[in-house]
């Protein structure tokens, strides 16, 4: 089974400071995808930045980078700069193999403060 | 807007009615996918459809729920004898093996269930 935890329910970051978001992942799978999406209080699932389990470098997309530790089995988020615009709930998620649902995390929220 | 749409986005209903809701999919994607997501959680997946075969449900959904995506193109999601327990966020994603399967949303609808 496919599990992803992600232990911060809430993180308080002051604007242009960088924050890290963990995540960690389980799953017996050799081939495998992460991903980070963010949800504002708009509800819509917006996609950051993703990860393959045979990528050898850490993914990166302008402010978001993806700090992979595959011996840990952790995939944080790390957004640089933070913008009091990246308040929102931020999920991890996997995807294992050929398979195609994405398995989720609980979330953490992200405030951003001046 | 090229986006994944869904209609309507919010539903109010009494419990013991049936609702339905729409996706429509970025145009180029032939996979679909609906999600439930509850308060406090992370989604979970419901089915998938590649073009119009739905090749994977979740044992979440229940003989109450259909979904059907009858051209490849929308989706429809049926709930028949709501029940208060249904009350959650619906997402529909879809995506493309072209853009490495990345799934993106729509804005999701809102049902409640008094």
């Known amino acids: 089974a496919q599990k992803i935890t992600q232990t911060q329910p809430g993180m308080f970051v002051q604007e242009k400071e960088a924050v890290t978001l963990d995540c960690t992942y389980d799953?017996?799978?050799?081939?495998?995808?992460l991903f980070w999406y963010k949800q504002p209080s708009s509800g819509e699932m917006i996609f950051l930045i993703y990860?393959?389990?045979?990528?050898?470098q850490n993914a990166t997309e302008g402010r978001y980078s993806l700090n992979f530790q595959k011996a840990r089995k952790s995939a944080n988020l790390v957004i640089s700069a933070s913008q009091l615009g990246d308040s929102a709930m931020y999920f991890c998620a996997m995807r294992t193999g050929g398979g195609n649902k994405l398995t989720f995390g609980t979330g953490t929220q992200l405030k951003v403060e001046l | 807007d090229t986006g994944v749409s869904q209609d309507p986005r919010h539903k109010i209903t009494k419990r013991g009615q049936n609702v339905t809701f729409r996706c429509d999919p970025i145009?180029?994607?032939?996979?679909l996918y609906w999600y439930r997501q509850t308060l406090g959680q992370g989604p979970e997946f419901l089915t998938y459809f590649q073009n119009e075969a739905q090749l994977e449900k979740s044992r979440l959904l229940s003989d109450r729920f259909s979904a059907e995506r009858p051209k490849g193109s929308f989706s429809t999601l049926e709930i028949q004898r709501t029940e208060q327990g249904d009350s959650a966020m619906y997402l529909c994603?879809?995506?493309?093996?072209?853009?490495?399967?990345?799934?993106?949303f729509g804005p999701g609808t809102r049902l409640t269930v008094l």
């Open positions: 990860q393959g389990s045979y990528d050898q």
């Open positions: 799953t017996s799978d050799p081939s495998y995808g």
């Open positions: 145009s180029e994607h032939n996979r």
């Open positions: 994603a879809s995506s493309s093996l072209m853009f490495n399967n990345e799934q993106f």
